[in-house]
């Protein structure tokens, strides 16, 4: 049978013959050294292996134990951020750490009713049922286009009237007002 060439092998015939005492001293540490970082499990790499984000990704942000929906508006360093969560005041923009984000905002996404801090404070987004009675966010406002998925297409829609609990009344473009129908937020694909 010939030489096996796997990496175990290799491993193994390169430190052999390499004792403590050894001029190959630092070539043995360098192999061990390449080893433990190639097992090592992913969270005890350096934060550089994580995902880099730039000005403009939107994200989602732990924010007061909810995920909430951002904007990275300043890259502060390797792992820091400053954030600007949608729809809300700058007032609550802040300097997050990397393990705050949650990663990019990929679709439609319904944001958490805002934190009781804000409520008290009055700084609930505008238009939201949450900035006049503490009810729930809607993701989507009257006048937005959106698209929406009715027996299986998709057709461009326009929000009339926001009817909360993630329900809105819409008007499909191209189609008289006997179209318009109500629906739950799950048939909007996405902004138009």
Not at 59 to 84: C, F, M, Q, T
Not at 134 to 158: C, D, F, H, M
Request: glycine share 10%; net charge positive.
């Amino acid at each position: 049978m010939g030489p096996r060439t796997d990496a175990k092998t290799a491993t193994n015939k390169d430190l052999r013959g390499m004792n403590a005492g050894s001029p190959n001293r630092r070539s043995r540490r360098a192999v061990l050294v390449g080893l433990a970082l190639c097992l090592a499990p992913v969270s005890l790499l350096p934060v550089s292996c994580k995902e880099q984000y730039v000005v403009g990704d939107h994200v989602l942000v732990e924010w007061e134990g909810n995920d909430y929906p951002a904007v990275i508006i300043e890259v502060e360093g390797p792992a820091k951020y400053r954030v600007h969560y949608d729809g809300y005041d700058s007032i609550w923009d802040e300097s997050v750490n990397v393990t705050k984000i949650k990663g990019r905002v990929l679709g439609a996404t319904i944001p958490p009713p805002p934190p009781a801090k804000v409520v008290r404070r009055g700084g609930a987004p505008v238009g939201s049922a949450s900035a006049a009675d503490g009810g729930t966010l809607s993701r989507y406002e009257k006048g937005q286009r959106i698209r929406v998925r009715w027996n299986g297409k998709v057709y461009p829609a326009t929000i009339v009237e926001v009817l909360g609990d993630e329900r809105y009344r819409v008007h499909y473009e191209g189609f008289g007002n006997e179209w318009d129908e109500t629906i739950e937020v799950s048939r909007i694909k996405a902004p138009h």
